[in-house]
């Protein structure tokens, strides 16, 4: 979960709804920029002088935020200038730190009087607000991912440069940190080039030659079958989410209208009160379930257990008491809002293990296409996730805090999960689940609004293990071209829902039955 990317409107350390948001990133983003504005008075022979920018709150991270409460950036900061001053001996690197535009703006300013040839702006962060403002210094400038830290942004970001056709800006999103080294030699391929190159371009030829090839990415049979588009159809109509404590605005007549599901606003204190109630035995023998069953727990103890215990029972009454079969809460500003008392990512698992869905921050597009994508595989759990991607290994990490580890339904195997705190803040429990290799995935974003599914696939190749961010992170290799998939973030937004099986054909057809369109994003 990433509280700095809510759907669910305004909250506590989120100024901006979702929409909101992603209108002023697209807006921010810098246009096609002349070549006549690359290196302006640059002379041939001269040793090239980058600026690296670090775009992050603190130095230490003040608060809960990808990727985690406590986190020491200086590390970071540190690895990344040696290995460029080591890698590129004859370029000369000045490094500074900003928390947003202003601060940005202050360092053009004071490079005003002593020009350098470009810039390298990392995002240790999601969402400080830094590139847009170098970017449009017309400075060619590269744009970098310190991943499981500022990939939200980064993708979005990202994105809205590509829409905008910014030649001075080339990406990198790799893990490894030769690759940063690499592309950081076309800041002197494009001043050798002079008037009319194409930093963007450099950049892309650079991270195409060092992102490995397409694999056999045959996947594992895995017995899917999946209802009639008609059929599916029908389950939809008769499903109800529940969105607890504040739903993105706008959004839920058009899940109504367009995909038939019913969406029910429920208030935090019908949940909490919920939670209160629950039978303690029956909380108490459900935590020693959990703890007995888990591959391991750590930083969680008893009691947390049996108030998340006591939170999944208070769902389920809710759930029950409505008629629904989907539950989505504003889980962080509740909690951090004192709404709520436990986090409700044990309950998620627990739910999307019998079928239903529980689903984070009350998203309600993601839900409702949880509910879709549950309906069509009869009974397969999505999850949904803060994708990362990594040109290094070719691959999508989609990582959360809350899945499944009944990939393949409920009637279906266990595969080991892990119980863990919530990864930003370190508080309460959430789930790792170590989910099966070796199968293919679907991964969707249904949009009722703009009558549009997103969809992309990959099999399934790892389970992430890093600290950092959320923790479930399954590695897919995806299967098309990687480099489309950094192109759609600005419009969309970042959250993704993933499945297991092969879904290419039955969600077409159910795009087909709905009359909307299919976006492939690979």
């Known amino acids: 979960m990433h509280r700095s990317l809510r759907t669910t409107g305004r909250g506590p350390g989120c100024p901006l709804s979702r929409r909101s948001f992603l209108a002023a990133a697209s807006a921010g983003a810098v246009g096609a920029l ?7 008075g640059g002379q041939k022979g001269e040793k090239l002088r980058l600026r690296i920018v670090y775009a992050l709150h603190a130095v230490v991270q003040p608060g809960p935020d990808w990727p985690n409460v406590g986190f020491n950036f200086q590390p970071v900061m540190d690895r990344t200038t040696q290995a460029l001053a080591r890698g590129l001996p004859n370029v000369s690197f000045t490094s500074t730190m900003a928390k947003g535009p202003e601060e940005a703006e202050k360092i053009l300013a004071a490079d005003a009087a002593s020009p350098y040839d ?3 702006v990392v995002q240790l962060n999601c969402w400080n607000r830094v590139v847009q403002t170098i970017a449009a210094s017309g400075k060619p400038t590269l744009y970098v991912d310190f991943q499981y830290g500022g990939s939200g942004g980064f993708l979005v970001y990202t994105a809205a440069f590509l829409r905008q056709a910014a030649t001075n800006v080339g990406f990198v999103a790799s893990s490894r940190m030769e690759d940063l080294v690499a592309a950081c030699k076309a800041f002197e391929q494009a001043k050798k080039a002079g008037p009319g190159s194409d930093f963007g371009a450099l950049v892309a030829a650079i991270r195409r030659a060092g992102t490995p090839g397409p694999r056999d990415i045959a996947a594992r049979p895995d017995g899917l079958e999946v209802l009639p588009a008609a059929d599916c159809l029908a389950r939809m109509r008769e499903s109800k989410i529940l969105a607890v404590g504040g739903a993105w605005p706008g959004i839920a007549p058009a899940i109504r209208e367009g995909m038939g599901i019913e969406v029910v606003d429920v208030p935090f204190a019908e949940v909490n009160d919920a939670w209160a109630a629950a039978d303690k035995d029956d909380a108490r023998a459900i935590a020693d379930r959990w703890h007995k069953t888990a591959a391991r727990v750590e930083g969680v103890d008893m009691k947390t257990l049996i108030t998340s215990a006591a939170m999944y029972l208070g769902q389920k009454a809710v759930l029950k008491k409505h008629g629904a079969e989907a539950i989505t809460i504003n889980c962080l500003g509740g909690f951090y809002g004192g709404h709520i008392h436990a986090y409700p990512c044990l309950g998620f698992h627990e739910l999307l293990n019998q079928g239903l869905v529980g689903a984070c921050e009350c998203d309600v597009r993601s839900t409702a296409t949880m509910v879709a994508l549950t309906a069509l595989t009869k009974g397969r759990p999505g999850y949904i996730s803060d994708p990362v991607i990594d040109t ?38 959430s ?46 290799e995806p299967a098309g071209d990687i480099e489309k998939l950094f192109r759609e973030w600005d419009e969309w937004g970042w959250h993704r829902v993933t499945v297991y099986g092969d879904l290419r054909k039955p969600v077409r057809e159910l795009a087909d039955a709905l009359g909307w369109r299919v976006l492939e994003e690979a």
């Open 34 to 40: 002349a070549p006549r504005d690359l290196f302006p």
């Open 392 to 429: 290094a290994d070719r691959r999508v990490i989609y990582a959360h805090c809350v899945a499944s580890n009944k990939a393949f339904g409920p009637g279906g195997p266990a595969n080991p999960v892990e119980i863990l705190t919530h990864s930003e803040d370190r508080q309460g429990a």
């Open 431 to 476: 789930v790792r689940s170590i989910l099966p290799l070796g199968y293919m995935t679907s991964t969707c974003e249904f949009a009722p609004e703009r009558k549009t599914i997103l969809f992309h696939q990959g099999r399934a190749v790892a389970n992430s293990p890093d600290d950092r961010a959320c923790r479930t992170k399954l590695a897919v």
């Open 118 to 120: 470009g810039y390298v």
